[in-house]
């Protein structure tokens, strides 16, 4: 019996890759959904050739014209919008979820196959920042396993393996740095769109290369990791590692350290999500030490980098606070694509707008969002009425 798969965001860089690795194992698994908001023509050529049962796309118009250039002999059900992603993402005969859609989008429809007890494997790291306590919770209790495939928490993941809970001191979170992490204060204030974008090491979209440029990528990360692995935020530290090749680390309270090294590939923690618990073979281009020479480690500069501190107080304070964060942080680094504010201004603007929150304990999936909604109208707002 083949696994059942539904892709979120087969169009998206995740998504084509969760289809690369696929198309290799194909008595494996059986892609019965895939979701492609706008990409038509992408998502023509992956339904002709994976033949889905059900595609979702944006919105009604999108979905006739995706109709209109398929073959009338494809019987394909196309759907559009929340509804449809919640219709693919809990269909009864799914057993695996893969979540790889940009920003809060990713959140109902990885709660809903949660709740109906679906397997998720998770890129999008938003869902779990946001709603990590209540997704956690309702897992445990549908038995249902969130995986990551964001790299770092597929590295713990890998690094926990086999050993107890109780003998982990703590998680190390390795960062690139990103773009800008050499600049000097006053030359991070006049950094361009170009200069944050060009990130060193990985090939990625443009919010999370921006996020990775004032390391809010990392500190979204801590906040993953604390609910992945159920580990308290003081348990977990990030050291800057610019070649990027060990993906993070677990030290163990007999002074040992276990590190997941592997070439910057997405598609390995995308297969090892796909297969977990098993390993499994694969000709992907292998990592040459030989040729790397050398791999070095630098502290974080916290104070040169805001966002890192914001993200703990965010995890700290607990109930809707990383929503907010979260949030206020996706219109500033818009504001910033757009040329409105300076990358200086991410932190003010998502520092100004957790201070004014009034925080819920224990929130419910329409606290998270009505927080979420509440934080992008509080921080837009800062971004447009700035001097
Ligand atoms: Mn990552």
Not at 211 to 221: F, H, I, R
Not at 243 to 255: E, K, L, T
Request: proline share 3%.
């Amino acid at each position: 019996m083949r696994k059942k798969i539904v892709i979120l965001g087969s169009t998206g860089s995740i998504g084509q890759q969760t289809l690369e690795v696929i198309r290799k194992y194909l008595n494996e698994f059986e892609v019965i959904g895939l979701s492609g908001w706008e990409n038509t023509t992408l998502l023509k050529e992956q339904i002709i050739f994976f033949k889905p049962k059900i595609a979702v796309v944006k919105d009604e118009y999108v979905a006739r014209n995706l109709k209109k250039n398929l073959n009338k002999q494809n019987n394909i059900k196309i759907l559009w919008g929340t509804n449809g992603l919640i219709n693919i993402s809990t269909l009864k005969e799914a057993d695996i979820i893969v979540v790889a859609i940009t920003g809060i989008a990713s959140l109902i429809p990885t709660y809903e196959a949660v709740k109906k007890g679906k397997n998720v494997a998770l890129a999008s790291k938003e869902a779990m920042v946001v709603a990590g306590e209540l997704l956690v919770k309702e897992a445990k209790l549908k038995n249902s396993k969130i995986l990551p495939i964001d790299s770092e928490h597929s590295a713990i993941l890998q690094c926990l393996k086999n050993e107890q809970k109780d003998c982990v001191e703590k998680i190390i979170l390795t960062a690139s740095g990103g773009a800008l992490y050499d600049l000097t204060e006053t030359a991070l204030k006049n950094v361009t769109v170009e200069d944050a974008l060009n990130h060193p090491t990985w090939k990625m979209g443009k919010k999370v290369t921006i996020d990775s440029a004032t390391l809010m990528n990392k500190g979204l990360e801590v906040i993953e990791a604390k609910w992945f692995f159920n580990i308290p935020a003081d348990k977990i530290e990030i050291v800057i590692h610019p070649q990027s090749y060990i993906h993070s680390m677990v030290q163990f309270i007999d002074g040992t350290i276990m590190a997941q090294i592997s070439e910057h590939d997405m598609r390995i923690p995308i297969q090892y999500a796909l297969f977990y618990p098993n390993r499994i073979i694969n000709n992907f281009s292998r990592l040459d030490l030989n040729k790397i020479g050398q791999l070095t480690f630098r502290k974080p500069n916290f104070n040169k980098f805001p966002c890192i501190k914001l993200a703990y107080q965010a995890l700290e304070r607990g109930g809707t606070m990383p929503a907010v964060l979260n949030g206020a942080n996706e219109i500033a680094v818009n504001a910033f694509l757009n040329c409105k504010i300076r990358i200086s201004e991410i932190p003010v603007i998502i520092q100004n707008t957790m201070k004014e929150h009034k925080l819920k304990y224990s929130p419910n999936i329409s606290d998270i969002l009505d927080a979420d909604y509440w934080a992008r109208e509080r921080a837009l707002n800062f971004c447009t009425n700035k001097k």
